[in-house]
Structure formats: structure tokens, C-alpha cells
């Protein structure tokens, strides 16, 4: 510190404000590290530290403002306003100039009364506005028996400050999204990529599949952009960042069920335009946190929002992998049991998509491990030559051994997932509600492959035939519709000596 300046005074000096900024910027960079700990501020005071070795791996232009910034010369380090203007267009895109800088003012402005715009129109059957928060689109036959699902808003729930402010970032998302956008065309491809070619994936149906979500977002249509424009990720961070932030900080402090539905609107809004590890590692846990909600309409959007998301990630870092089986599935048990009708239903309707993006990511998974087998195989070609044929019967072995244990370790992980499905499949199949029993039975032809042949006979099978003396015709009648796809995965002996004797039973009425 200098000597005249803010040491004897006790005036805090902008200096001061700068070097402590570039500690919080550069702690930020090193992943929550801190730049100095109180010897090493001694020693960097002395002119005994160098920081470059810290801050070797941070991006030069970042690296050159936290060092312009923490200089140990008050008078040499900028002021505010100078780093704004030289590091414009380089550490600070253009966007944050000309939108994001004062728009994050306003939000912060916002008024305790301000309230979005309301919608111009009521929506059919007076379910919430967002999509992502039906139980089923209008039109239904399931949504029809449910009846609609109410906000759960009892007479003390007035809007917070969140409330109001994830209200405004709502309504003006149609002019925030072209901030947004980054250079998406030229994305380099990919190492490990796992399609998923599941028929859940494929055309969905108007009016009975509940994804891909529909969001509902004023002056915005509602097809999500991944679905239209071939996308679903950001090949790096970029300025969607801030408004998820904002978003995910006042999320658990709303209390309106429409302002959390709102949320996740915007969160699959923003998707397109986040990396998929910002989509794992900073969006999931504010979705499954309303899992737990209060309200049962929350509790549906939520679960919806969830397999959504899910769905639109392509890759999957190593600290992901086992996404599924240790937080995901966890994180969804309570649902087989929830007092609701709707979110039952709801968990019912996304159990195929579930499994089969959990499937998908198991698979990513598995890829991600044979990668690693082939840079074992490089590092086979630096033993000794001296050594080289025991060397290479050596590897061979361990290269051997390494991809038998991949092979059994996803044989054990595919049957821990396929357990994992049944549990939660067996208690919805059983439910004491039909409507939910109906939703298990939509699209259940990519189940059935997901199970195979014996667990689709022991499980799917042996509940959906108690069907046939259910008084609900309708439950009947989504037996019969999907019985075809069981059956040809079930086995032509299942079907000779099993499905069709007790179907024709059943319609001659001597059941």
C-alpha cells in the first residue's frame, strides 16, 4: 500500500476497491482458491511473491487485468472505469456494454409491486399457463379424468422481492434472448458422442406426449429451440450465464407457485444457450429442489422441466457420469408415492424417457471409460524397448483385463439401473388410481425393450393383464392399444398361452 494514501487517514481509496476486486476475480478463476492467504500477502507486500504461477492457467486477457489490478502501487493500478474501456470486447463481451451492464441494474430495481404482464387469454381447462406445468396437454383423455391441476397459493402467499424479480425476468426474456445468442454454426465435433435412437425419441404425438415441453413465455413461441433449429448446447459459457444466475439465486426464494413455474420456463428457455455441464452442474439442482415443493403443480412442472433437460444433454463429463444412478433416481423415489393424482401421473407419463435417458448416459458413461482404454494403449509404446515383448504381453493383459472390467461393470450398472426402473415402474403399475395406470401405458413399447423379454413378462406383463377386470373402461381400453407392443416383446409363448386366452375371456364377459 502506498504511503500517503489510505493508510494513516483511514479512507477506503478506489485502489483499495481495485485490489480487492482483482483477489475476488482472480479467486473466481481459480475455482474458489484464493489468491493469497495472510503470509503470502505479506510476502507478495514485500515484493517476495510472484503470482504468475497461480494464475498460469487463466485466460491471458483476464490474467493481465487481475495483475494490472492487484499491482502493489496504488497509483498504478486502473480505476473502474478504465478497465471497463480497455477490456471491452475482450474480458467483458460487447453484450454486457450494451445490455446485460444495466438490465441486471434494473433487476435488482425492481419494485416491491411490480408485477408481469398477464396473459391475454385464459388457457383451456384453466391449467397454469405453462406447458411445463400441465399435467397433460390439453386434449388428453388422461388429462380429461385428472382435471386440471390448481395453484396451491394459500391466502398469506404474497410475492417477495424474488417473486417480482424472477416475474420481470420472465416477461422480458423476448428481449433478452437475442443478447443471448453466440456463434453457434461452427462448432468443432465432438470425441464421445451416444445418439439416442429410442422410439420415445421420435415424432411426438399433438395433444398426448407431454415432451418435448411446449414454454410459455410472453411474445415468444413456444417450441424450444433445440427442438427447431437442430441445437441443443453451447459449445462454451457465455452470457446466458448471467441470467441463470439471477435466476437460480431468487428461485428458492419465491413463494408463488407461478413464479417458480415461470423459472423453469426460463431455464429450458436459456438451455440452448448453455454448455451441457452448466446445464448438469449449475441448473439440475434448482430443479430437483422443487421436487419438494409445496405445491403439487410445482412438483409436476418440475419433474417435466427435469426429463426435459435431461434429454438435451449430448455430453457428459466424467464427474457426471453416474448422474442418474447417485443423485437423479434418488431424488425421484418420493414421487411414486406423492398424495397427488397429477404428479403420479405426471412421473407415469416421463417413467420412458427416464429410462431411456438414463440408458443414454450410462452409455456416454461406458464411452467415456473406453476413451481412457485407448490412452492406456498409447502409453504402451514408452516401456523399454529391451523389454518390449514382456512388455507388451503385459499390456496386452492389462489392456485386456481393463476392457473385460468395462464390459462387467456395465452389465452391473445396466442391471442396477433396470432394478432401479422396475422398483418405481412396479409401484406405478399398482397405483390405486387408473389415470396413472393409464399414463404408464402410453408409449410402453420402448419400456419393454428397456426391461427385455424377462423382466417385461415378470413386471409389465403380470400387472397390465389385472386390467381386464378393472372397471375403468378406459384403462381397458389403453390395454388393449398397448397389449400389441407388449406382446411382441413378451414372446410368442407368453402370447399363445397366456395374453390371448385371457383376452378372449375377457371379451366374452366370462371374466
Given at each position: 500500500?502506498?504511503?500517503?494514501?489510505?493508510?494513516?487517514?483511514?479512507?477506503?481509496?478506489?485502489?483499495?476497491?481495485?485490489?480487492?476486486?482483482?483477489?475476488?476475480?482472480?479467486?473466481?478463476?481459480?475455482?474458489?482458491?484464493?489468491?493469497?492467504?495472510?503470509?503470502?500477502?505479506?510476502?507478495?507486500?514485500?515484493?517476495?511473491?510472484?503470482?504468475?504461477?497461480?494464475?498460469?492457467?487463466?485466460?491471458?486477457?483476464?490474467?493481465?487485468?487481475?495483475?494490472?489490478?492487484?499491482?502493489?502501487?496504488?497509483?498504478a493500478r486502473p480505476s473502474f472505469d478504465t478497465i471497463l474501456h480497455t477490456s471491452r470486447g475482450t474480458v467483458f463481451p460487447e453484450c454486457f456494454y450494451s445490455f446485460f451492464h444495466n438490465y441486471v441494474s434494473t433487476v435488482n430495481d425492481v419494485s416491491?409491486?411490480?408485477?408481469?404482464?398477464?396473459?391475454?387469454?385464459?388457457?383451456?381447462?384453466g391449467i397454469a399457463p405453462s406447458s411445463s406445468a400441465t399435467t397433460l396437454r390439453p386434449g388428453s383423455s388422461i388429462s380429461h379424468a385428472t382435471g386440471a391441476p390448481t395453484m396451491e397459493t394459500t391466502p398469506e402467499a404474497h410475492p417477495s422481492e424474488?417473486?417480482?424479480?424472477?416475474?420481470?425476468?420472465?416477461?422480458?426474456?423476448?428481449?433478452?434472448?437475442?443478447?443471448?445468442?453466440?456463434?453457434?454454426?461452427?462448432?468443432?465435433?465432438?470425441?464421445?458422442?451416444?445418439?439416442?435412437?429410442?422410439?420415445?425419441?421420435?415424432?411426438?404425438?399433438?395433444?398426448?406426449?407431454?415432451?418435448?415441453?411446449?414454454?410459455?413465455?410472453?411474445?415468444?413461441?413456444?417450441?424450444?429451440?433445440?427442438?427447431?433449429?437442430?441445437?441443443?448446447?453451447?459449445?462454451?459459457?457465455?452470457?446466458?450465464?448471467?441470467?441463470?444466475?439471477?435466476?437460480?439465486?431468487?428461485?428458492?426464494?419465491?413463494?408463488?407457485?407461478?413464479?417458480?413455474?415461470?423459472?423453469?420456463?426460463?431455464?429450458?428457455?436459456?438451455?440452448?444457450?448453455?454448455?451441457?455441464?452448466?446445464?448438469?452442474?449449475?441448473?439440475?439442482?434448482?430443479?430437483?429442489?422443487?421436487?419438494?415443493?409445496?405445491?403439487?403443480?410445482?412438483?409436476?412442472?418440475?419433474?417435466?422441466?427435469?426429463?426435459?433437460?435431461?434429454?438435451?444433454?449430448?455430453?457428459?463429463?466424467?464427474?457426471?457420469?453416474?448422474?442418474?444412478?447417485?443423485?437423479?433416481?434418488?431424488?425421484?423415489?418420493?414421487?411414486?408415492?406423492?398424495?397427488?393424482?397429477?404428479?403420479?401421473?405426471?412421473?407415469?407419463?416421463?417413467?420412458?424417457?427416464?429410462?431411456?435417458?438414463?440408458?443414454?448416459?450410462?452409455?456416454?458413461?461406458?464411452?467415456?471409460?473406453?476413451?481412457?482404454?485407448?490412452?492406456?494403449?498409447?502409453?504402451?509404446?514408452?516401456?523399454?524397448?529391451?523389454?518390449?515383448?514382456?512388455?507388451?504381453?503385459?499390456?496386452?493383459?492389462?489392456?485386456?483385463?481393463?476392457?473385460?472390467?468395462?464390459?462387467?461393470?456395465?452389465?452391473?450398472?445396466?442391471?442396477?439401473?433396470?432394478?432401479?426402473?422396475?422398483?418405481?415402474?412396479?409401484?406405478?403399475?399398482?397405483?390405486?388410481?387408473?389415470?396413472?395406470?393409464?399414463?404408464?401405458?402410453?408409449?410402453?413399447?420402448?419400456?419393454?425393450?428397456?426391461?427385455?423379454?424377462?423382466?417385461?413378462?415378470?413386471?409389465?406383463?403380470?400387472?397390465?393383464?389385472?386390467?381386464?377386470?378393472?372397471?375403468?373402461?378406459?384403462?381397458?381400453?389403453?390395454?388393449?392399444?398397448?397389449?400389441?407392443?407388449?406382446?411382441?416383446?413378451?414372446?410368442g409363448r407368453s402370447l399363445e398361452e397366456y395374453i390371448l386366452p385371457l383376452m378372449v375371456q375377457a371379451l366374452s364377459g366370462e371374466w
Amino acid at each position: 500500500m502506498g504511503e500517503t494514501e489510505g493508510k494513516r487517514d483511514g479512507k477506503v481509496t478506489e485502489a483499495m476497491d481495485c485490489f480487492s476486486a482483482g483477489c475476488v476475480i482472480a479467486e473466481l478463476f481459480l475455482e474458489g482458491t484464493p489468491l493469497f492467504n495472510l503470509s503470502q500477502l505479506f510476502k507478495y507486500r514485500e515484493g517476495e511473491l510472484n503470482v504468475d504461477v497461480q494464475l498460469a492457467n487463466i485466460d491471458e486477457g483476464v490474467r493481465n487485468m487481475i495483475k494490472e489490478m492487484i499491482a502493489l502501487d496504488p497509483s498504478a493500478r486502473p480505476s473502474f472505469d478504465t478497465i471497463l474501456h480497455t477490456s471491452r470486447g475482450t474480458v467483458f463481451p460487447e453484450c454486457f456494454y450494451s445490455f446485460f451492464h444495466n438490465y441486471v441494474s434494473t433487476v435488482n430495481d425492481v419494485s416491491p409491486t411490480y408485477h408481469a404482464p398477464s396473459p391475454p387469454t385464459a388457457t383451456p381447462l384453466g391449467i397454469a399457463p405453462s406447458s411445463s406445468a400441465t399435467t397433460l396437454r390439453p386434449g388428453s383423455s388422461i388429462s380429461h379424468a385428472t382435471g386440471a391441476p390448481t395453484m396451491e397459493t394459500t391466502p398469506e402467499a404474497h410475492p417477495s422481492e424474488a417473486d417480482n424479480r424472477v416475474e420481470k425476468l420472465w416477461a422480458d426474456y423476448e428481449s433478452i434472448e437475442p443478447y443471448l445468442l453466440t456463434d453457434l454454426d461452427n462448432q468443432p465435433p465432438v470425441d464421445i458422442t451416444v445418439e439416442n435412437t429410442s422410439a420415445s425419441t421420435g415424432v411426438s404425438r399433438a395433444f398426448q406426449d407431454i415432451l418435448p415441453v411446449e414454454l410459455y413465455i410472453l411474445n415468444r413461441e413456444s417450441t424450444l429451440h433445440s427442438q427447431r433449429k437442430g441445437r441443443k448446447a453451447a459449445y462454451e459459457d457465455g452470457p446466458a450465464l448471467i441470467i441463470l444466475a439471477l435466476v437460480t439465486a431468487h428461485i428458492r426464494n419465491c413463494h408463488l407457485p407461478t413464479s417458480k413455474i415461470r423459472a423453469l420456463d426460463v431455464f429450458l428457455a436459456l438451455a440452448c444457450h448453455l454448455t451441457d455441464e452448466a446445464k448438469l452442474d449449475r441448473m439440475l439442482p434448482y430443479i430437483i429442489e422443487l421436487l419438494h415443493d409445496e405445491a403439487a403443480i410445482v412438483r409436476s412442472a418440475a419433474l417435466r422441466t427435469l426429463m426435459q433437460a435431461l434429454m438435451l444433454v449430448t455430453v457428459i463429463t466424467p464427474s457426471n457420469a453416474a448422474i442418474f444412478p447417485e443423485y437423479v433416481i434418488p431424488n425421484l423415489k418420493h414421487l411414486v408415492q406423492d398424495p397427488e393424482v397429477s404428479v403420479r401421473c405426471m412421473f407415469a407419463q416421463c417413467i420412458v424417457q427416464l429410462a431411456d435417458t438414463a440408458l443414454r448416459y450410462l452409455e456416454m458413461g461406458q464411452a467415456l471409460k473406453a476413451h481412457g482404454a485407448f490412452k492406456l494403449a498409447v502409453d504402451a509404446q514408452e516401456y523399454d524397448q529391451g523389454h518390449f515383448e514382456v512388455g507388451i504381453l503385459r499390456i496386452s493383459s492389462v489392456i485386456r483385463c481393463y476392457i473385460l472390467g468395462i464390459q462387467v461393470s456395465y452389465e452391473v450398472s445396466m442391471q442396477d439401473l433396470q432394478n432401479s426402473i422396475q422398483d418405481h415402474l412396479s409401484a406405478l403399475l399398482m397405483d390405486p388410481s387408473s389415470i396413472v395406470k393409464r399414463a404408464v401405458l402410453h408409449n410402453i413399447s420402448s419400456l419393454c425393450i428397456f426391461l427385455g423379454r424377462q423382466k417385461t413378462n415378470d413386471v409389465l406383463l403380470s400387472h397390465m393383464i389385472t386390467y381386464l377386470n378393472d372397471r375403468d373402461w378406459l384403462l381397458r381400453y389403453a390395454f388393449f392399444e398397448s397389449i400389441v407392443d407388449v406382446a411382441a416383446c413378451a414372446g410368442g409363448r407368453s402370447l399363445e398361452e397366456y395374453i390371448l386366452p385371457l383376452m378372449v375371456q375377457a371379451l366374452s364377459g366370462e371374466w
